[in-house]
């Protein structure tokens, strides 16, 4: 699977709905003001309803953990795997480091301060998957559009238009040297 970024996609929502918390005085992390950056799954086909959080550090300008987050019921995801594997679901649903990411020595109390505050916001989850969903009608989208412009060249055969007539097209070939065999 292939992630991307929402905020590729969607700069002006990203400019206004991302997400940032401010530390000030906390024993595990460095005082600083984080960003979650969200990315989202590129496959047309995939229906995970999971969210990829960058975790940036405004100071150091450093993406210091990257937590994925599914946030169906167990149910959803065994369906979803096609079985109900326990450790394959516990590392899809819930929030976890993505271990395919590189972590920081921060990473651990990031994802306890995301699971702890960030994502017990219930406005902020339903906002992360309004996300999913319209950038999931995006990538939809793209590939119809793409199809429908691969198709554009095709001229539907007509019972009017005979083997030897000069093609609709107007290339100024017979139809049957030229559109005939597209149909």
């Known amino acids: 699977m292939l992630y991307s970024s929402f905020h590729e996609k969607f700069p002006a929502i990203a400019e206004k709905e991302t997400r940032s918390v401010t530390i000030i005085n906390n024993p595990e992390l460095p005082s600083d003001t984080y960003v979650l950056l969200e990315s989202y799954c590129s496959d047309a086909d995939c ?26 019921k167990k149910a959803f995801y065994a369906k979803w795997l096609g079985g109900g594997d326990p450790q394959s679901i516990k590392e ?25 505050v960030v994502l017990k916001d219930s406005k902020y989850v339903t906002r992360l998957k309004d996300h999913y ?39 100024g070939k017979k139809f049957k040297k030229c559109c005939l065999t597209k149909t």
Not at 98 to 116: D, I, R, T
Not at 150 to 158: A, E, G, R, T
């Open 92 to 116: 899809i649903q819930g929030p976890a480091l993505n271990l395919a990411s590189p972590q920081s020595e921060y990473a651990s109390s990031l994802l306890k301060l995301v699971s702890s």
């Open 47 to 72: 229906d995970c309803r999971r969210v990829f959080l960058s975790v940036l550090s405004e100071k150091r300008s450093k993406i210091l953990a990257v937590i994925a987050f599914g946030w169906e």
């Open 133 to 171: 969903k319209i950038y999931k009608q995006n990538i939809r989208k793209n590939i119809q559009d793409e199809e429908s412009t691969d198709n554009s060249n095709i001229v539907p055969f007509s019972r009017n238009i005979g083997r030897n007539m000069a093609c609709p097209c107007g290339s």
